[in-house]
């Protein structure tokens, strides 16, 4: 079984900074994508940011310029650097790959990790 396990979160005052990381566990794999998603009570789950294989990177605009997302495929895992951090940047924060199988994808979700920043 694939496991994806997320780590870094915690309590920062604004303007600080988390390092985020997702990590696959299990049998030999290469991960396709992954995606960084947040949610709070009430709202929607949200993307955040995008890697791909090739290392191609989209990021929401409410990120952009604060958040950076890096991967190293060696490792199976990817990076979610986050500074200058907003109260509103509070959230459970998740990743969701897909890893390659035979011919095609198969998507996961970790558990996620608790990100609180104090104003």
């Known amino acids: 079984q694939v496991e994806l396990v997320e780590s870094g979160g915690g309590l920062v005052q604004a303007g600080g900074s988390l390092r985020l990381s997702c990590a696959a566990s299990?049998?030999?794999?290469?991960?396709?994508?992954i995606g960084w998603y947040r949610q709070v009570p009430g709202k929607e789950r949200e993307l955040v940011a995008t890697?791909?294989?090739?290392?191609?990177?989209n990021y929401a605009d409410s990120v952009k310029g604060r958040f950076t997302i890096s991967g190293d495929n060696d490792k199976n895992r990817v990076t979610l650097q986050m500074n200058s951090l907003k109260s509103e940047d509070t959230a459970v924060y998740y990743c969701?790959?897909?890893?390659?199988?035979?011919?095609?994808?198969?998507?996961?979700w970790g558990q996620g990790t608790q990100v609180t920043v104090s104003s």
């Open positions: 890697i791909n294989s090739g290392g191609s990177t």
């Open positions: 299990g049998s030999t794999f290469r991960i396709n994508y």
């Open positions: 969701n790959a897909f890893i390659w199988v035979g011919g095609g994808t198969v998507g996961y």
